[in-house]
């Protein structure tokens, strides 16, 4: 029989071949103590990305795998605005830091990597339109296209408003969406009145 720091070290290995990344919590409630985490970092079969994150050493990294890495460190946290943006394809603006949305009371973790913007969102505004996208193994919460343009039309203090339109006529013209989805997203999201002159105009040529 093996002994225990061994199983615990196959395990190990086989959650993060699964997994790709996980959370040093995690990995304890999967029964793996601290110390084996320890031996495995020492070891170099495993890389502690950032504080309490820990994936296999060389493990194949994926596009947009700072934002699984953001979703783990950001528990309740879902990608929005900019960063939601870009995930879509709408932007060619590369926000330097990850744009997560919480709720007013929700816990912000201690900043590390990847670097995170926080913004917080109302109740009635952070649980609309969320999807969720498998990225590196993680279910990572993203808003979808119509929510991200009503947040980005509505938060013009946070996006510029020429970012914006240039999401709006993105998923226009490359037909993600269509005008009456991302009206009525708008009209929940409390963007209906700022950007309905935008809309009307872009679709005006059919």
């Known amino acids: 029989m ?4 061994d199983t615990q070290t196959k395990k190990l290995r086989n ?8 959370r040093a919590r995690d ?8 110390q084996t985490i320890a031996r495995a970092v020492a070891a170099g079969e495993v ?24 979703a783990m ?17 709408l932007t060619d603006q590369m926000p330097r830091r990850i744009w997560m949305a919480i709720g007013p009371s929700d816990w912000a973790p201690v ?6 913007r926080l913004v917080r969102f109302s109740d009635i505004y952070l649980r609309q339109g969320v999807e969720h996208h498998a990225i590196a193994g993680v279910q990572v919460p993203v808003y979808s ?29 490359q037909r993600k969406v269509s005008p009456s989805s991302i009206a009525e997203s708008a009209q929940a ?12 105009a872009l679709t005006s040529d059919g």
């Open 27 to 34: 990995l304890r409630n999967a029964g793996i103590s601290p």
């Open 2 to 5: 093996l002994p225990e720091s």
């Open 189 to 200: 999201g409390g963007a209906w009145k700022v950007m309905r002159p935008y809309l009307e």
């Open 47 to 70: 890389e502690r990305i950032s504080r309490g994150l820990y994936q296999k050493r060389d493990a194949e990294i994926e596009e947009n795998q700072s934002l699984a890495e953001a």
């Open 145 to 173: 296209i119509p929510k991200t343009l009503a947040d980005v039309f509505r938060n013009p203090r946070l996006v510029d408003r020429s970012v914006a339109v240039e999401g709006l006529r993105a998923a226009l013209r």
């Open 73 to 89: 460190r950001v528990p309740r946290g879902v990608v929005a605005l900019v960063s939601a943006l870009a995930f879509h394809g």
């Open 111 to 116: 900043q590390s990597y990847p670097p995170i």
């Open 15 to 22: 959650l993060l071949d699964a997994r790709t990344m996980m």
